[in-house]
């Protein structure tokens, strides 16, 4: 694996504060083949709200559960790429010329490879992205996440789950995003190869079992809950937005204030 590795300690929207998570920390992994690998950790993840399994493939509207997001704008450009990635295993890519100017898919040949898994507290989000759909270039980069919470009664956000229209702008077409950390097990860090495990270099399956807890069943609160409602619908929820920097206002993941990291080009030592 070519090193890459840098860690982010994202922080919450003030005005969308989380239920349970305490942090969630970023990860650029490094880049192994063909693929460049991230990482999310959630702690506190007891409340966790997780997307029904889809499997692989593209998908629009991902930011409306638990997504994670990783931002890529070449340096001394405005045009910029966004990635949404799923726990359902479902994966969004972006093209914009300016902040949410222009959008349009991204060319992205192969399926991202998206898994989570869950041990007592702690949640890891596992992604791989093909380094072909990345800027090859140096690249200033933003790392979000939209956590959603099952809610008791009061704490949610008011009918439907979902926060007053017009208050955070996160995703294609609108965008979102928690600190103090806890002793949390950290037997899940260990396994740095998870979301690449099903996949050859090719991006074809390896025979290797999927990993994703949705397959296995979990205890971690679902978005499709035993009334088959979606999320948004049914039990009230809560979502918090997580970024390197948040700008003045609502929360806002296309803001150039999120991209305050930067992303060597693929290849890079």
Not at 101 to 108: D, K, L, S, T
């Amino acid at each position: 694996m070519q090193t890459q590795r840098a860690e982010y300690a994202l922080v919450p929207h003030q005005a969308h504060p989380p239920l349970g998570v305490s942090a969630v920390l970023a990860r650029v992994l490094g880049v192994e083949g063909p693929w460049l690998q991230l990482r999310w950790r959630i702690e506190g993840a007891g409340r966790l709200v997780v997307p029904r399994f889809a499997g692989r493939g593209r998908a629009d509207g991902l930011w409306r559960t638990t997504c994670f997001e990783l931002f890529l704008r070449p340096e001394g450009a405005a045009a910029y790429a966004e990635y949404n990635l799923s726990p359902s295993e479902r994966w969004a890519a972006y093209d914009f010329d300016a902040p949410r100017q222009a959008m349009r898919n991204r060319p992205v040949l192969r399926d991202c490879a998206c898994t989570l898994r869950r041990g007592g507290s702690v949640a890891i989000f596992d992604a791989a992205i093909p380094l072909a759909a990345l800027p090859v270039t140096r690249c200033a980069m933003a790392l979000t996440a939209v956590i959603e919470e099952a809610a008791g009664e009061g704490e949610g956000e008011g009918e439907a789950g979902q926060p007053a229209r017009g208050a955070p702008t996160t995703g294609a077409g609108e965008r979102h995003r928690p600190g103090a950390s806890q002793r949390v097990d950290t037997s899940l860090e260990d396994d740095v190869g998870a979301a690449l495990r099903p996949l050859g270099n090719d991006g074809s399956a390896d025979g290797h079992e999927a990993t994703n807890e949705h397959r296995r069943g979990s205890s971690a609160a679902r978005a499709d809950d035993a009334s088959g409602a979606k999320p948004g619908e049914g039990p009230a929820t809560r979502k918090s937005y997580w970024a390197l920097a948040h700008p003045p206002g609502a929360p806002d993941f296309h803001d150039p204030s999120c991209f305050t990291a930067t992303l060597a080009p693929p290849g890079a030592s």
